[in-house]
C-alpha cells in the first residue's frame, strides 16, 4: 500500500480557494472529478507546481512531476468541492492516513463554517 505526505502547499491553496468562497457545496463528486483528459488539460497550460497544489497528498517514493506523486485531489481545477473534500477524509479514513483524513477534516470543518 502506498503512503502519503500530506502537501502543505495544497491545504495553504485549498483555504485560499474557500476563503475566496471558490467552492461547490453539493455536486457529484464521481461525476466532476478530473479525469485524466482533464488532468492532461491542465497540464498542457499549467505547472507541476499548479497541478500539486490540488492535491492534498504527495505519495511518498513517486517521482515529482509525475501523476502518481500527487494524490487525494480536492476540487476540480478551478474550485474546492465539498463531496471532495468528504471523499479525501473517507479514503484516507479507509486506509489508515491519518495525516492526510486530519487535513481534509480540517478543510471540511473550515469549508462548512465559511458558508455558513
Same mark, same amino acid.
Given at each position: 500500500?502506498?503512503?502519503?505526505?500530506?502537501?502543505? +502547499?495544497?491545504?495553504?491553496?485549498?483555504?485560499? !480557494?474557500?476563503?475566496? #468562497? =471558490?467552492? &461547490?457545496?453539493?455536486?457529484?463528486?464521481?461525476?466532476? =472529478?478530473?479525469?485524466? *483528459? +482533464?488532468?492532461?488539460?491542465? !497540464?498542457?497550460?499549467?505547472?507541476?507546481?499548479?497541478?500539486?497544489?490540488?492535491?492534498? /497528498?504527495?505519495?511518498?517514493? /513517486?517521482? *515529482?512531476?509525475?501523476?502518481? %506523486?500527487?494524490?487525494? &485531489?480536492?476540487? *476540480?481545477? %478551478? #474550485?474546492?468541492? #465539498?463531496?471532495? !473534500?468528504?471523499?479525501?477524509?473517507? %479514503?484516507?479514513?479507509?486506509? %489508515?492516513?491519518?495525516?492526510?483524513?486530519?487535513?481534509?477534516? *480540517?478543510? !471540511?470543518?473550515?469549508? +462548512?463554517?465559511?458558508?455558513?
Amino acid at each position: 500500500m502506498a503512503t502519503y505526505t500530506v502537501n502543505p +502547499d495544497a491545504v495553504a491553496r485549498a483555504r485560499q !480557494l474557500i476563503d475566496a #468562497r =471558490q467552492y &461547490v457545496l453539493a455536486s457529484d463528486w464521481g461525476e466532476r =472529478q478530473p479525469k485524466a *483528459d +482533464d488532468e492532461n488539460a491542465f !497540464l498542457k497550460s499549467h505547472t507541476w507546481a499548479e497541478y500539486a497544489s490540488w492535491h492534498l /497528498a504527495l505519495t511518498d517514493g /513517486a517521482n *515529482d512531476d509525475t501523476k502518481a %506523486r500527487y494524490a487525494f &485531489v480536492y476540487g *476540480d481545477f %478551478r #474550485r474546492v468541492h #465539498r463531496t471532495a !473534500l468528504l471523499a479525501c477524509v473517507y %479514503r484516507a479514513a479507509e486506509w %489508515r492516513h491519518k495525516a492526510v483524513e486530519l487535513a481534509a477534516h *480540517d478543510l !471540511l470543518q473550515h469549508l +462548512d463554517q465559511t458558508s455558513g
